[in-house]
């Protein structure tokens, strides 16, 4: 495994473990997420949460074996695409004002095609790291310091980038009053 591959996968044992942590966690409300998504069933809503909380805590200990790294990034290449697929489907409906449901129960932010982008990017990364050459090794101690610490910049990154979307979505109802 590169480097490169190391922190992208870091990056997602993050990402897909707090997301998977937060749907087991607060199963109710992502049920309704699923219902307002469509699912009118409050059964199949339920039942959606946890396969969707199952698939990514499947792909986070995947993830964490190297031998089935490769298996855990195309479930959430899969998991990614099917997120960005499902905002389109709404987007297409005229339903914009729905949460998203990406960073939590807390988030505000509403689908948007910035966050289908947002998700098509990282499906691209996920790619990336699959396909990637194994030139630079991650077995010295070095190259761990610095996949961990790469790992904790794209969070930062990405935790950022979740807020700017998000604020620009108010500032935009703001302006709407």
Not at 75 to 103: D, P
Not at 148 to 157: A, D
Request: net charge positive.
């Amino acid at each position: 495994m590169s480097v490169v591959s190391l922190f992208i996968s870091l990056f997602f044992v993050w990402m897909f473990g707090l997301s998977a942590y937060h749907k087991f966690a607060n199963m109710k409300h992502y049920s309704n997420l699923m219902s307002s998504y469509g699912m009118h069933s409050s059964a199949l809503a339920t039942a959606a949460v946890i396969i969707l909380g199952v698939t990514e805590l499947s792909a986070v200990i995947l993830l964490c074996v190297a031998v089935t790294r490769d298996i855990g990034l195309l479930l959430i290449i899969i998991v990614l695409m099917v997120y960005a697929t499902a905002m389109i489907v709404q987007l297409i409906s005229g339903q914009k004002r729905l949460q998203c449901g990406c960073a939590g129960p807390s988030s505000e932010a509403e689908i948007s095609s910035v966050l289908v982008f947002r998700n098509i990017t990282l499906a691209a990364l996920a790619f990336l790291s699959i396909v990637i050459p194994e030139q630079l090794p991650s077995q010295s101690f070095q190259a761990l310091c610095f996949s961990i610490t790469t790992s904790i910049f794209m969070v930062l990154v990405y935790l950022c980038v979740q807020q700017v979307i998000t604020n620009s979505q108010k500032l935009i109802r703001l302006k709407n009053l």
